[in-house]
C-alpha cells in the first residue's frame, strides 16, 4: 500500500512540474531545480574546502612493507656441527648459544698455544739470568787482562835486566834467551786477555738486546707466544655460536653433524621488536614529506582497527627502478613515461610493536600527515 502511494505522489510531482501545465507549476520548476545546483555548488564547496584544509596535508600508499635488519648467522670458525640448539620460528635472546661445533681440535690448539707460551718464558727467564751472568765473566775477562798486563811488565823488567848484565858476563846467553821467551808468552797471554774480554763484552751485548727494556711478561717473544694463545682462545670461543641481537630464528639451514666453513650462512635472526617500515610514495606525493613528520600505519596481519604510529626517517637513495638487478633504460626511441617510486624509511613505536608484533614482508597502508 505504501508502495502504490509512493508512485502515486512521484506521479503527481510529475505532472505538477510537466511543462505546459501553468506559470505556478514552471515557478516551482524552477525552484527546485535552483535548489538542486544551490546543493551541488554547495557540496562542491564543502570537498573543495576540505580537500584544501585537510585532504591535502595527507599522503598515504598501500606499497609498503615490513623489514628489519637481520643477523646472519655465520660461523668465524670451521668445524662439525656438534649441536644445533636453535629451530625456525624460535625466539631467542642476545648471546643465546645457536650452534655448538666440535672444541676438539681448538682445545688442542689451546694447550698448544700454552706450551709455547710456557717456554717463551723460560726462554726469557734464562736470558735475564745469562744477562747477569755474562756481566760476571766481564769482570773476570777485566781480570784476567790486568794480571795478564802485571805479567808482561814483570816479564819485560826480567828480560831488560838480564840483557844489561850479559856484556859484562853476569848472566849467560841461555838465561837472557829464557828471559826473552818469557817475555813474549807474556805478550801473548795479555793478547789473549784482551780477546776474552772482547768476546765477553759481545757475548754480553748480544744477551742484553734481546731483554733491553723488557720483563719476562713484556719480552717480544713472550707478547707472541700469548697473543697465539689469545688466538687460540678465541677461536675455541667461536666454537659457540651466539645470537648477537634479541629475535626470531629464520632460514635455519644447519643440521648436526654438518660441516660447516667460515663464513657460510647457518640462519637468520631477524630483529622483530626493531622492524621498520618501507613506504613506496610516488615521486609527486612527496613534494611535503620530511624527516619527522607522524606516521599511522595499518596492518593487513591486524586490520584497520589497529593502528600503529611512526615518524619518517629519511628517504632512499634512489627509486627501486634504479637499483633494479636490470635498471630500465630510457635512452631509447619508443619512451613511455612511468612514475616512478621513493621508498620512505619509517620508524614504529616500540610500544606499539610490543603489543601487536609484526614480521618482516607483511603489507602495511601508510598515511603521513604533512602538515606539520
Not at 231 to 245: D, E, G, H
Not at 264 to 273: D, G, I, N, S
Request: with cysteine.
Amino acid at each position: 500500500m505504501a508502495g502504490i502511494n509512493g508512485a502515486a505522489a512521484s506521479a503527481a510531482v510529475v505532472r505538477w512540474l510537466a511543462p505546459g501545465r501553468g506559470t505556478q507549476r514552471q515557478i516551482w520548476r524552477k525552484r527546485l531545480f535552483g535548489g538542486l545546483g544551490g546543493g551541488v555548488v554547495a557540496l562542491g564547496g564543502t570537498g573543495y574546502a576540505y580537500n584544501a584544509t585537510t585532504a591535502a596535508h595527507y599522503v598515504e600508499t598501500d606499497d609498503a612493507y615490513v623489514g628489519a635488519n637481520s643477523a646472519v648467522i655465520t660461523p668465524l670458525y670451521g668445524g662439525p656441527a656438534a649441536q644445533v640448539l636453535a629451530d625456525d620460528a624460535q625466539t631467542v635472546k642476545q648471546g643465546q648459544a645457536l650452534v655448538r661445533l666440535d672444541d676438539t681440535d681448538a682445545q688442542i690448539a689451546v694447550a698448544q698455544a700454552q706450551a709455547n707460551l710456557a717456554n717463551a718464558q723460560r726462554h726469557v727467564q734464562a736470558l735475564f739470568a745469562n744477562d747477569a751472568a755474562l756481566q760476571a765473566q766481564i769482570a773476570a775477562r777485566a781480570a784476567d787482562v790486568q794480571a795478564a798486563q802485571a805479567n808482561l811488565a814483570k816479564a819485560r823488567i826480567d828480560l831488560a835486566r838480564r840483557q844489561s848484565l850479559l856484556p859484562s858476563g853476569g848472566v849467560s846467553a841461555d838465561t837472557v834467551t829464557s828471559a826473552q821467551n818469557a817475555y813474549c808468552n807474556a805478550q801473548a797471554a795479555e793478547q789473549q786477555a784482551q780477546a776474552n774480554a772482547a768476546a765477553a763484552q759481545a757475548a754480553y751485548q748480544a744477551n742484553h738486546v734481546l731483554i733491553a727494556g723488557a720483563t719476562v711478561d713484556t719480552a717480544p717473544e713472550v707478547e707472541q707466544a700469548q697473543a697465539a694463545l689469545d688466538q687460540a682462545q678465541v677461536n675455541l670461543s667461536r666454537t659457540v655460536i651466539r645470537a648477537p641481537v634479541d629475535g626470531i630464528v629464520t632460514s635455519r639451514s644447519v643440521e648436526a653433524g654438518q660441516e660447516v666453513q667460515p663464513g657460510q650462512t647457518l640462519m637468520l635472526v631477524v630483529p622483530v621488536q626493531q622492524a621498520y617500515v618501507d613506504a613506496n610514495f610516488k615521486e609527486g606525493q612527496l613534494a611535503k614529506v620530511r624527516p619527522g613528520q607522524r606516521v599511522t600505519l595499518t596492518s593487513d596481519l591486524y586490520g584497520s582497527g589497529v593502528k600503529f604510529h611512526g615518524t619518517v626517517e629519511g628517504f632512499s637513495g634512489g627509486t627501486g627502478a634504479a637499483f633494479a638487478l636490470l635498471p630500465a633504460q630510457n635512452a631509447t626511441g619508443n619512451w613511455i613515461k612511468v612514475v616512478q617510486r621513493l621508498p620512505v624509511r619509517i620508524a614504529l613505536d616500540p610500544s606499539d610493536l610490543a603489543a601487536h608484533p609484526l614480521r618482516v614482508g607483511l603489507s602495511m597502508d601508510v598515511v603521513i600527515n604533512t602538515a606539520e
